[in-house]
């Protein structure tokens, strides 16, 4: 299920669930993607509400190398009905992406979407909503605005106070014509350009990016801190 691009038919949405990072920050012997939630690994919470939005025709899913074989039988016993391709990811998240760009057709996608597969709280329709939002501009992401002052920092000492009115937290997903990512991202790689998120890389090809309100309730779980919150946050949804 992996190396061949896609050709299937146009416009067609296709969803790159990244999942290659191996999480040192959780302190945790696998990838933080395939620690267990409630029961269940992390990836698979998190592909569902991809699963339940119809807006949403294909998945393409960047694991680990060492662990695509683990994934795909994941997967299959699922099983994973839009799976379209799991993939070995690369050193950094950039790469990872790109990888998973080589597995589809420019031609055969009309909108791409980038999620981090370790936000499961994600609704089927903020992903719609994003959708639609990255059909008639171009390019869309669920944010969050900053609720706390945002102090800027050098050496400990506080060098000035940002304006949080006009400050976001990024989330995911991240929305784009396929056109634009594919030129954002070749662009970058010729380039040797990082970035954190998706939407830096189109940003700076001038192409502009909005916003769709996103929610406290879709966090990326990073820290251990953060695995406690999203045990609540199922016990809470799910009744138990």
Not at 182 to 203: H, S
Request: glycine letters at 6%; one cysteine or more; proline letters at 5%.
């Amino acid at each position: 299920m992996a190396g061949k691009a896609w050709t299937g038919v146009s416009e067609t949405n296709v969803a790159i669930i990244v999942a290659a990072g191996r999480g040192k920050r959780i302190g945790a012997d696998v990838p933080k993607a395939f620690l267990s939630l409630a029961g269940e690994p992390i990836i698979l919470r998190t592909l569902r509400p991809f699963e339940a939005c119809s807006e949403v025709h294909r998945l393409v899913v960047v694991v680990p190398e060492d662990l695509r074989a683990r994934a795909e039988a994941m997967f299959a016993a699922v099983p994973v009905t839009k799976l379209a391709a799991v993939i070995a990811g690369g050193p950094e998240r950039l790469h990872s992406v790109a990888r998973a760009l080589q597995t589809i057709s420019p031609e055969a996608a009309d909108i791409l979407l980038v999620h981090d597969g370790v936000r499961p709280f994600v609704t089927p329709e903020q992903i719609a909503c994003v959708i639609e939002r990255a059909r008639a501009v171009g390019a869309a992401l669920l944010a969050l605005p900053i609720a706390e002052t945002v102090k800027e920092v050098e050496d400990e000492r506080v060098i000035g106070t940002l304006e949080r009115r006009r400050l976001y937290l990024a989330q995911t997903p991240q929305a784009f014509r396929a056109a634009i990512l594919f030129e954002a991202y070749e662009r970058a790689l010729r380039e040797g350009v990082t970035a954190t998120d998706d939407a830096a890389l189109v940003e700076r090809c001038g192409w502009p990016v909005v916003i769709v309100q996103g929610s406290v309730r879709n966090v990326k779980i990073t820290w251990p801190e953060d695995l406690l919150l999203a045990e609540a946050l199922v016990r809470v949804e799910e009744g138990k």
